[in-house]
């Protein structure tokens, strides 16, 4: 197997989170930011253009709606002076939205079960195999399964995936029951003396529900061998969806209780402005973002940075 | 809750109509509300603005104003714009002028483009056609092996050279390859890109350049949202794009991207991408986009599907049990087989007019399962011909029998013999062209 994908760009591994990220920011809100510095008069054309924007960041129609309408009863009531103090009241209505800082993953001793799911092609396999490198980073021994027997090769692509981040994949044929193939991960991995075990499922749309079915099956065979497990269950979102992405949000909470959400490809110009609309209707905090091709382009989201962020220069 | 467009309109209407007369305002408050589920179906901001323009102009006019019927007079309007946004014909492969003809297919990653890839070769094939697949995607890990595994499943040959050599130069060997063993078509699968990465975007012009495809067609998720508008800008600008592959339309989402990636680029649609089964590419028809969008459904569609499924003769025959109240147990588990290799039940009924919603009431998802499908296949084929043919047969120690066979209760028999009855009762009816009063409300 060759690793072609580190072929593609030469940068040094860790210097892209950051820097793809600030870029997507900048892509993000910079027109916002920009907006604000344009425009002397907060007149409707202003609020229309402010409206727009929100919307074409995927914010939502709702969402950008209450946002727009908080600003305007804030300055109804005490006028802002400058475009810069409207500026500073959306940063803070935004930040308040996404809630506080980091929320890290609970992950508890002896063996901790990480179940990730989304529906297809959001990058699930990817962002498991960065999780994996993460954890390893940060002193756990993760363990990899290969939930998802039904797609052609996915067995395939979790396994190269594992080689290249030194992280041991636990694997049966295409075709095996997901819940068969967990049940022997616990067991392997108690074996090994593994602490995390992360579950690759298959792409679901959140619209299946026999589909949805099988990931509560999974579900009961982990808590059936570990009562609290799954101790994180994480949907991955890809950047790039629209306001499906909310649809999708609730359906797996309310099949699996999803703890948290891992926001792939934010390296795209894609705004990924759905996350707000989440956070304002299901709380459900953002884990992890994905930014890029490379292993390393992974890191824990911080609401406050990611907010700060938004309206920097 | 994020409505699907469909039922939104349909709320929206439904207000119009219980008032009969429309004033001006009337139509901006409703047009306000199909501007607001247009966004929410992901149309771009741009594409809705124009869009509800439009709409607006034709439907203040005096015209409709003053009609008797002015709902539906709006109602005509929206669907005329939308199928004219959506574009005026439906969408074709051109295969002409080369031998093998190269079909480029590009997108983000994750959009389903390998899935795609299998489903043309195989919707390529019943048009008469001897496709054959290429696996250029050289980057993702196991990329290759899973088009492998699609070709294996649909039987349809695979041209790879593994991940060492460029796509451009797999593309280019495979264009000879496929000359040589008299392929009509060659198939492209590339690597996913953004539209923003050069480097990647720059490999597909050589690819292009190179084998000179008579379609490059983008493949876009339906669920993609105010960004498919610049990915297909940019992808378009660079590549030059024939046609546009819709995937994921067998989810929720409501295809808004479609409108506006035609609004944008005016690039058609050519294919829906519905499920996961490999014989699911649908032929995209503007109009019938359009009327599942306002919610009357898809039926056109359905009907094709089921045609396609049907042995004509066979079609025939249960039309005449029908006629004649003689429609048996094994007919019955006949269609369930029928509905069966058609694709989930749930995605069927969104395409009837009026049961799109009901899917989503947890009493029918819970009657979609498809384990009962499994279980009264099972009573079905637990029985004797006899039986099957005359369930007036059935006595107690009948039931018992076959519900020990079918790992199932008596109880749960004698309710699908009680529903066959039911059934039978109604396919009397409708064969004596009397419409049920049951099916006749859920199609209102």
Same mark, same amino acid.
């Given at each position: 197997?060759?690793?072609?994908?580190?072929?593609?760009?030469?940068?040094?591994?860790?210097?892209?989170?950051?820097?793809?990220?600030?870029?997507?920011?900048?892509?993000?809100?910079?027109?916002?930011?920009?907006?604000?510095?344009?425009?002397?008069?907060?007149?409707?054309?202003?609020?229309?253009?402010?409206?727009?924007?929100?919307?074409?960041?995927?914010?939502?129609?709702?969402?950008?709606?209450?946002?727009?309408?908080?600003?305007?009863?804030?300055?109804?009531?005490?006028?802002?002076?400058?475009?810069?103090?409207?500026?500073?009241?959306?940063?803070?209505?935004?930040?308040?939205? *996404?809630?506080?800082? +980091?929320?890290?993953?609970? =992950?508890?001793?002896?063996?901790?079960?990480?179940?990730? /799911? @989304? #529906?297809? %092609?959001?990058?699930?396999?990817?962002?498991?195999?960065?999780?994996?490198?993460?954890?390893?980073?940060?002193?756990?021994?993760?363990?990899?399964?290969?939930?998802?027997?039904?797609?052609?090769?996915?067995?395939?692509?979790?396994?190269?995936?594992?080689?290249?981040?030194?992280?041991?994949?636990?694997?049966?044929?295409?075709?095996?029951?997901?819940?068969?193939?967990?049940?022997?991960?616990?067991?392997?991995?108690?074996?090994?003396?593994?602490?995390?075990?992360?579950?690759?499922?298959?792409?679901?749309?959140?619209?299946?529900?026999?589909?949805?079915?099988?990931?509560?099956?999974?579900?009961?065979?982990?808590?059936?061998?570990?009562?609290?497990?799954?101790?994180?269950?994480?949907?991955? *979102?890809?950047?790039? +969806?629209?306001?499906?992405? =909310?649809?999708?949000?609730?359906?797996?909470?309310?099949? /699996? @209780? #999803?703890? %948290?959400?891992?926001?792939?490809?934010?390296?795209?110009?894609?705004?990924?402005?759905?996350?707000?609309?989440?956070?304002?209707?299901?709380?459900?905090?953002?884990?992890?973002?994905?930014?890029?091709?490379?292993?390393?382009?992974?890191?824990?989201?911080?609401?406050?940075?990611?907010?700060?962020?938004?309206?920097?220069? | 809750?994020?409505?699907?467009?469909?039922?939104?309109?349909?709320?929206?209407?439904?207000?119009?109509?219980?008032?009969?007369?429309?004033?001006?305002?009337?139509?901006?408050?409703?047009?306000?509300?199909?501007?607001?589920?247009?966004?929410?179906?992901?149309?771009?901001?741009?594409?809705?603005?124009?869009?509800?323009?439009?709409?607006?102009?034709?439907?203040?006019?005096?015209?409709?104003?003053?009609?008797?019927?002015?709902?539906?007079?709006?109602?005509?309007?929206?669907?005329?714009?939308?199928?004219?946004?959506?574009?005026?014909?439906?969408?074709?492969?051109?295969?002409?002028?080369?031998?093998?003809?190269?079909?480029?297919?590009?997108?983000?990653?994750?959009?389903?483009?390998?899935?795609?890839?299998?489903?043309?070769?195989?919707?390529?094939?019943?048009?008469?056609?001897?496709?054959?697949?290429?696996?250029?995607?050289?980057?993702?890990?196991?990329?290759?092996?899973?088009?492998?595994?699609?070709?294996?499943?649909?039987?349809?040959?695979?041209?790879?050279?593994?991940?060492?050599?460029?796509?451009?130069?797999?593309?280019?060997?495979?264009?000879?390859?496929?000359?040589?063993?008299?392929?009509?078509?060659?198939?492209?699968?590339?690597?996913?890109?953004?539209?923003?990465?050069?480097?990647?975007?720059?490999?597909?012009?050589?690819?292009?350049?190179?084998?000179?495809?008579?379609?490059?067609?983008?493949?876009?998720?339906?669920?993609?949202?105010?960004?498919?508008?610049?990915?297909?800008?940019?992808?378009?600008?660079?590549?030059?794009?024939?046609?546009?592959?819709?995937?994921?339309?067998?989810?929720?989402?409501?295809?808004?991207?479609?409108?506006?990636?035609?609004?944008?680029?005016?690039?058609?649609?050519?294919?829906?991408?519905?499920?996961?089964?490999?014989?699911?590419?649908?032929?995209?028809?503007?109009?019938?986009?359009?009327?599942?969008?306002?919610?009357?459904?898809?039926?056109?569609?359905?009907?094709?599907?089921?045609?396609?499924?049907?042995?004509?003769?066979?079609?025939?025959?249960?039309?005449?049990?029908?006629?004649?109240?003689?429609?048996?147990?094994?007919?019955?588990?006949?269609?369930?087989?029928?509905?069966?290799?058609?694709?989930?039940?749930?995605?069927?009924?969104?395409?009837?007019?009026?049961?799109?919603?009901?899917?989503?009431?947890?009493?029918?998802?819970?009657?979609?399962?498809?384990?009962?499908?499994?279980?009264?296949?099972?009573?079905?084929?637990?029985?004797?011909?006899?039986?099957?043919?005359?369930?007036?047969?059935?006595?107690?120690?009948?039931?018992?029998?076959?519900?020990?066979?079918?790992?199932?209760?008596?109880?749960?028999?004698?309710?699908?013999?009680?529903?066959?009855?039911?059934?039978?009762?109604?396919?009397?009816?409708?064969?004596?062209?009397?419409?049920?009063?049951?099916?006749?409300?859920?199609?209102?």
């Amino acid at each position: 197997m060759v690793f072609n994908i580190f072929r593609k760009k030469e940068q040094p591994a860790g210097a892209g989170v950051a820097e793809s990220l600030e870029k997507t920011r900048g892509g993000l809100f910079g027109a916002v930011r920009n907006m604000f510095q344009a425009r002397r008069e907060l007149d409707a054309a202003f609020w229309d253009e402010l409206e727009e924007r929100l919307i074409q960041a995927d914010l939502g129609a709702h969402t950008t709606a209450d946002l727009v309408d908080t600003l305007r009863e804030t300055h109804d009531k005490r006028r802002f002076d400058s475009p810069e103090q409207a500026e500073a009241a959306l940063r803070q209505e935004m930040m308040r939205l *996404l809630g506080g800082g +980091t929320v890290g993953l609970n =992950l508890p001793l002896p063996l901790a079960v990480i179940l990730v /799911v @989304g #529906v297809n %092609g959001v990058g699930k396999t990817t962002s498991i195999a960065k999780l994996a490198k993460f954890l390893a980073q940060s002193g756990r021994k993760p363990l990899l399964v290969a939930g998802d027997t039904f797609r052609a090769a996915a067995i395939d692509q979790l396994k190269v995936w594992g080689e290249r981040v030194a992280v041991p994949v636990v694997a049966q044929g295409p075709g095996s029951d997901p819940s068969a193939v967990v049940f022997d991960g616990i067991k392997a991995a108690r074996a090994r003396g593994a602490d995390v075990l992360i579950v690759d499922t298959a792409g679901r749309l959140h619209t299946k529900i026999n589909l949805m079915e099988e990931l509560k099956k999974v579900q009961r065979i982990v808590q059936r061998q570990i009562p609290d497990a799954p101790h994180e269950t994480l949907l991955v *979102l890809d950047a790039v +969806t629209g306001q499906n992405a =909310l649809v999708q949000a609730k359906s797996f909470t309310q099949a /699996v @209780g #999803v703890t %948290g959400l891992v926001l792939a490809k934010l390296d795209s110009s894609s705004k990924g402005g759905v996350v707000f609309s989440i956070a304002q209707e299901l709380s459900l905090p953002i884990k992890f973002v994905g930014t890029g091709e490379r292993v390393d382009d992974f890191a824990p989201f911080d609401a406050g940075e990611f907010a700060g962020a938004l309206f920097a220069e | 809750m994020f409505e699907a467009l469909t039922d939104r309109l349909q709320g929206v209407f439904k207000d119009m109509r219980s008032k009969g007369r429309l004033a001006e305002e009337d139509i901006d408050e409703a047009l306000r509300e199909v501007r607001l589920a247009l966004l929410e179906a992901d149309v771009n901001f741009k594409v809705a603005r124009d869009f509800i323009r439009r709409v607006k102009e034709r439907a203040t006019s005096l015209e409709v104003l003053e009609s008797l019927t002015p709902a539906q007079q709006v109602l005509r309007i929206v669907d005329e714009e939308l199928v004219a946004t959506l574009g005026g014909e439906p969408g074709r492969i051109d295969w002409t002028g080369k031998t093998p003809a190269p079909v480029m297919l590009v997108g983000l990653n994750g959009a389903g483009k390998t899935t795609s890839a299998a489903k043309l070769a195989l919707t390529l094939r019943k048009l008469g056609q001897r496709p054959l697949l290429v696996a250029c995607d050289t980057y993702r890990p196991a990329a290759v092996a899973q088009l492998e595994t699609l070709g294996r499943q649909i039987g349809a040959e695979v041209y790879e050279e593994g991940t060492h050599a460029s796509p451009v130069d797999i593309a280019r060997r495979s264009v000879e390859y496929g000359r040589e063993h008299g392929y009509s078509i060659n198939i492209i699968d590339t690597a996913g890109r953004l539209q923003i990465d050069e480097r990647m975007m720059d490999e597909l012009v050589q690819i292009k350049a190179a084998i000179q495809p008579t379609e490059v067609l983008l493949v876009a998720n339906a669920m993609t949202g105010q960004e498919a508008v610049s990915v297909a800008q940019q992808f378009h600008e660079q590549v030059g794009l024939t046609g546009l592959i819709l995937t994921q339309m067998d989810g929720d989402a409501r295809g808004g991207a479609a409108l506006s990636i035609r609004a944008v680029t005016g690039v058609p649609l050519k294919f829906l991408g519905m499920g996961e089964k490999i014989e699911a590419l649908q032929a995209y028809y503007p109009d019938r986009l359009a009327s599942r969008i306002l919610g009357m459904g898809d039926m056109l569609t359905l009907i094709e599907q089921t045609q396609e499924l049907y042995d004509q003769e066979e079609a025939e025959k249960l039309q005449k049990k029908l006629v004649k109240g003689q429609f048996t147990l094994d007919d019955f588990l006949g269609q369930l087989q029928q509905i069966k290799r058609m694709g989930s039940l749930s995605s069927i009924m969104d395409m009837i007019p009026g049961l799109s919603q009901l899917t989503r009431r947890p009493e029918f998802a819970a009657a979609l399962d498809e384990k009962q499908f499994k279980r009264v296949e099972a009573m079905i084929l637990s029985m004797t011909v006899k039986e099957r043919q005359n369930p007036v047969i059935l006595d107690g120690s009948r039931r018992r029998r076959i519900a020990r066979g079918s790992g199932t209760s008596v109880h749960e028999v004698n309710q699908l013999l009680n529903q066959f009855r039911q059934m039978q009762g109604m396919m009397k009816q409708i064969g004596r062209g009397k419409i049920p009063k049951g099916i006749a409300g859920l199609m209102g």
